[in-house]
């Protein structure tokens, strides 16, 4: 056991947490919070601000890029959660600021960390840095990323990020790095894997499948996870974080009963996948914003899942199951005015 865990254990202590205005950020904050932690969350606009409004916590302006001032924000904190990171890649494929902000930016906190002494850094990751296994097989902690980098140059930047992250373990700072796949769950105001959720609602039946799947887990669970490597977790690991591995029938189905919706009947043959993503790569090449990118598309006729048992054994096992999961989502964003009942809802639905 780490020195930080017997701290965990005795005291109340101070944290900082990168990206607390964003999905996995703000529950961590509010956890973290709730267990009577002291909360530091660094910023980079007050607009962004509102999901902490109501908590009672320091709140610090900065930016990845800025060194010094993530030393400040790291000074007087026996732990670090590094959870900013750019992930709407699928949205705006800039190269240079997914490095910049995912690997750069990991290097100049990770570097005001060890500087300023902290404790414990837990670093958020992804399951996309795992490689992808044959067949319907679950990849684990072990697979090595074999995706072409320059198709997911947002895996790829995360994966550099953890290479970075092991240099410094290397050096004598404690980093213990998360793994989470898809993330759902309620407050994701940017739709990043919510989109299923809202275009499923939207376009209910009339949504594409295709012959693959993935592996999901609460945003809540991933929190928790994060406050679990505190104490159970071990400097150096990485661990996947996921719920249930699901094909995309199972999938969308389950979402489509959260949403009161009829299930998808429409079923993309795999042959199809790389014209279609060789279509949105025109579109996009043209300016025209499409729901996925060409890789996302690619993968659609691949079982992304992964074999979580490491983070269950250590960490503890997820709470939240897809379906509470799924209809939690759901009534999130019909409060926030994501999801409405428009004619064309009533439309497809009737038919």
């Not at 400040?72 to 705006?92: I, N, R, T």
């Not at 990991?106 to 404790?119: E, I």
């Not at 406050?227 to 150096?236: D, F, K, T, V």
Request: hydrophobic content about 45%; aromatic content about 10%.
């Amino acid at each position: 056991m780490s020195h930080v865990a017997v701290l965990w254990q005795d005291k109340r202590m101070k944290a900082l947490v990168t990206g607390a205005t964003g999905f996995v950020g703000s529950h961590l904050a509010r956890q973290l919070k709730a267990a009577g932690h002291d909360v530091r969350a660094l910023y980079r606009s007050e607009k962004k601000l509102s999901p902490l409004a109501d908590l009672d916590l320091e709140t610090v302006a900065g930016d990845l890029d800025d060194f010094d001032r993530l030393e400040q924000a790291c000074a007087g904190c026996e732990l670090v959660f590094h959870v900013a990171a750019k992930a709407d890649y699928w949205k705006d494929d800039d190269r240079a600021a997914l490095w910049r902000i995912n690997v750069e930016g990991t290097r100049n906190l990770l570097a005001a960390a060890k500087s300023a002494d902290v404790g414990r850094v837990i670093f958020t990751s992804s399951a996309s840095t795992i490689g992808i296994r044959p067949g319907q097989q679950s990849a684990n902690e072990s697979d090595a990323f074999n995706l072409p980098p320059e198709r997911f140059w947002y895996a790829y930047t995360k994966l550099k990020a953890e290479a970075i992250a092991a240099e410094f373990v290397a050096d004598g700072l404690d980093v213990v790095t998360l793994n989470p796949a898809v993330i759902i769950g309620p407050g994701d105001l940017n739709a990043i894997s919510g989109s299923f959720i809202i275009e499923t609602a939207r376009f209910q039946w009339l949504v594409p499948m295709s012959s693959g799947g993935l592996s999901v887990i609460d945003v809540r669970d991933v929190a928790r996870a994060h406050i679990a490597a505190i104490e159970r977790g071990r400097s150096g690991q990485r661990y996947i974080l996921s719920a249930a591995n699901l094909n995309y029938h199972e999938w969308f189905g389950l979402i489509a009963a959260a949403c009161g919706a009829r299930p998808p009947l429409l079923s993309t043959p795999d042959w199809l996948l790389e014209p279609t993503a060789r279509f949105i790569d025109m579109l996009r090449g043209i300016g025209v914003q499409t729901p996925m990118d060409a890789h996302q598309t690619r993968l659609g006729g691949a079982h992304v899942y992964f074999d979580a048992g490491k983070a269950k054994g250590e960490l503890g096992a997820p709470r939240i199951n897809i379906e509470t999961s799924l209809r939690d989502t759901f009534a999130w964003y019909q409060q926030q005015g994501y999801i409405k009942d428009n004619w064309l809802t009533r439309l497809i639905g009737w038919f």
